[in-house]
């Protein structure tokens, strides 16, 4: 799972609520990211492009669940990124569609760059293992 955190920023995407039926927009959005009460919805404040300031809800992680951990080197971020599986897929799957997502939105995230490539490494160093006799 990659969640963002309190106490910093970040550069994304804001997706406008269509005002003829917000509490069905939200019951959606709410479904989607509170599957698990790892997330916390919080409102803020963003920043446009056009120099406009909007509220809005963004849903970030709750340092006190059980899923969440702090900063991790990066060797053990790779590991568990690579070896992670839950129920909706696996974890290096959902790397890579974020570092996709983030390409075509022309975003990027400093840390996740080298990540796929050290998990590829990983994952075939098991695979290998996995067929010897």
């Known amino acids: 799972m990659l969640a963002l955190d309190r106490g910093g920023s970040c550069h994304g995407v804001v997706y406008e609520v269509a005002p003829t039926a917000p509490a069905t927009e939200l019951d959606i959005l709410f479904r989607r990211e509170l599957m698990t009460s790892a997330y916390r919805p919080l409102w803020t404040r963003v920043h446009l492009h056009r120099g406009q300031v909007r509220p809005a809800i963004t849903f970030v992680i709750d340092p006190d669940h059980d899923r969440y951990t702090r900063q991790l080197e990066e060797h053990t971020t790779v590991k568990l990124i690579a ?14 569609d974020t ?3 983030l390409d075509e939105e022309g975003l990027s995230d400093k840390r996740l760059p080298n990540l796929p490539g050290w998990c590829a490494i990983i994952k075939q160093a098991r695979e290998s293992t996995d067929s010897l006799p």
């Open 99 to 101: 570092l996709t997502a």
């Open 83 to 96: 070896e992670s599986e839950g129920s909706l897929g696996r974890c290096s799957d959902y790397l890579y």
